[in-house]
């Protein structure tokens, strides 16, 4: 932390007045934002030298091609940290989680996923131009020991684990098979290797792309199988061909295309691209015991499921041996209907504790009628816990950040706890004096806590202000 709080100095004279550490996927990577005054900037601290070497070589390289990247503005002598231009926090992955969870993508939410794929192309060709290969880590080009090792991370990692019986051998001769298809046209491009919404910033209506450390020399349809396919997107066949339309529309600007080649060379990645993820939610979940990547992958098989449809005749006993994984009965039901659901309720303690109608009971009630009350004003009681007014009146004074930080910790240890034992239904209830300001500020928070950091449905009822959201 003082290798970031000592960079923030060096660039911009000042010390850095509020640290906040950031929610990060699945990386080991840890990201904070620092700020004094008005100036905010992102600071990274990672556990690979040669890993932060990548990404800080490539985006020097991206922002000479005028490629929307955020800009690196100071370095560690160690290169373990790194501070970089704040980009905001609209990512596109919340941008569109209506569309996700819906299954019914806004004509916004089609608007930024096509305007990412427009510049899909820009990043691979003329983000490869004269990059210097050497930088990647940890190899320096997509190839036969990657795929070898994507292949085999599936089936040791998710295969084995699903208890299906296949025959090794006759599966290796078909993952032979493939490796040697896939790597017909690897190209003189880029490749992001890990190109989905979460590693898209949105600003001033712009996408920025971040977290492209693991790049490196690589075939075109990687990309674009990793972003059309992700697993939980379940973008509809209609946007999923308009994505590609568009992609394909913006690559004419770059080469010649032969669409029939490369609709074809394009599933052969899909293919790949989602036994990799399944190989990956497998060694997260099964071995590392992380329920939510379990819960991608019955997403993931739906993809894998729809695929199949047309069969890959050149690879018959791998076609065999996933088909009659997409069949197992485990996999045969949504996750979203199996995961843990936080219900977070306001309320006025004057009306009663509302009720449990899950009929499991428990959970929790908290009693914020110890924090500074808004509502002894006469100027705060025509506003709510939703109102600026109000809000900048809790935090100022305090005590309710640091009620919500003792919350917080409570909760997650619960949440995570209901998660491994796949309960279904936790409820979490504020009460105040009145129902209006600090236990609708407090459930609103909890609400997004948990949003950014569980793969959990999670129901607000503000109960005295008639208002109820899913998140």
Same mark, same amino acid.
């Given at each position: 932390?003082n290798?970031l709080?000592?960079l923030?100095?060096?660039y ?13 996927s ?6 904070y ?9 992102i ?22 091609k ?8 100071a370095?560690?002598d ?10 905001g926090?609209d990512?596109?992955?919340?941008l569109?989680?209506h ?15 096509? *305007?990412?794929?427009?510049?899909l ?5 003329k983000?490869?131009?004269?990059? =210097? ?10 190839n ?31 993952f =032979?098979?493939?490796?040697d298809d ?11 290797r ?12 712009e996408?920025?792309?971040?977290d492209?450390?693991?790049? !490196?020399r ?15 997107? *379940?973008y509809?066949d ?10 394909? !529309?913006?690559?004419k ?11 074809r060379?394009? *599933?052969?990645f ?12 497998g ?25 199949l449809?047309?069969?890959?005749e050149?690879?018959?006993y791998?076609n ?6 997409t ?5 045969n ?6 995961r ?8 006025s303690?004057k ?9 499991n009971g428990?959970?929790y009630?908290f ?13 705060y ?20 950040l640091t009620?919500?930080?003792s919350v917080?910790a409570?909760?997650d240890s619960?949440?995570?706890r ?10 979490v ?11 609708v500020y ?20 503000? *109960? ?8």
């Amino acid at each position: 932390m003082n290798r970031l709080q000592n960079l923030f100095f060096s660039y911009t004279g000042k010390q850095a007045e509020t640290v906040n550490e950031l929610t990060s996927s699945g990386s080991n990577r840890r990201y904070y934002r620092l700020s004094s005054g008005s100036i905010s900037i992102i600071g990274v601290v990672g556990t690979n030298a040669e890993e932060n070497k990548a990404f800080i070589e490539i985006d020097r390289h991206f922002l000479t091609k005028g490629i929307k990247v955020p800009k690196v503005l100071a370095i560690s002598d160690d290169m373990m940290a790194y501070i970089q231009e704040d980009l905001g926090d609209d990512q596109l992955y919340k941008l569109v989680a209506h569309g996700r969870e819906s299954g019914e993508y806004s004509s916004y939410e089609c608007a930024l996923l096509c *305007r990412t794929m427009e510049m899909l192309p820009k990043i691979q060709f003329k983000g490869g131009a004269g990059l =210097d290969y050497s930088n990647c880590y940890p190899d320096s080009a997509f190839n036969e020991r990657m795929v070898m090792f994507d292949l085999n991370y599936f089936k040791y990692c998710f295969l084995k684990a699903t208890g299906l019986e296949f025959n090794e051998v006759r599966l290796q001769d078909d993952f =032979d098979k493939l490796r040697d298809d896939l790597m017909e046209d690897i190209g003189e491009t880029f490749m992001y290797r890990d190109f989905q919404a979460r590693n898209v910033m949105v600003k001033d209506g712009e996408p920025y792309f971040i977290d492209f450390q693991g790049g !490196r020399r690589g075939p075109i349809y990687y990309d674009v199988a990793s972003f059309v396919w992700q697993a939980r997107s *379940r973008y509809p066949d209609d946007l999923k061909q308009t994505l590609i339309e568009t992609y394909l !529309r913006a690559l004419k600007g770059y080469t010649t295309v032969d669409e029939a080649e490369f609709y074809r060379k394009l *599933r052969m990645f899909v293919l790949f691209r989602t036994m990799q993820v399944l190989g990956a939610y497998g060694y997260r979940g099964y071995f590392e015991k992380k329920p939510h990547f379990l819960g991608s992958i019955p997403f993931a098989l739906s993809n894998l499921r729809r695929l199949l449809k047309t069969p890959f005749e050149r690879y018959p006993y791998l076609n065999e041996t996933l088909f009659r994984l997409t069949q197992m009965r485990q996999f045969n039901e949504l996750a979203e209907d199996k995961r843990l659901e936080v219900h977070i309720c306001s309320f006025s303690y004057k009306k009663g504790i509302p009720v449990d109608n899950s009929g499991n009971g428990g959970g929790y009630v908290f009693d914020c009628r110890s924090i500074n009350n808004p509502g002894k004003y006469e100027h705060y009681r025509q506003f709510t816990g939703l109102d600026q007014e109000v809000i900048k009146f809790l935090e100022d004074d305090g005590e309710i950040l640091t009620f919500l930080d003792s919350v917080y910790a409570i909760v997650d240890s619960h949440v995570k706890r209901f998660m491994e034992r796949k309960f279904t239904h936790l409820q979490v209830c504020f009460g105040c004096t009145g129902g209006q300001h600090r236990s609708v500020y407090s459930a609103e928070h909890l609400a997004e806590h948990l949003q950014s950091k569980y793969d959990v449905k999670i129901t607000l009822h503000h *109960r005295e202000l008639d208002i109820e959201k899913v998140f």
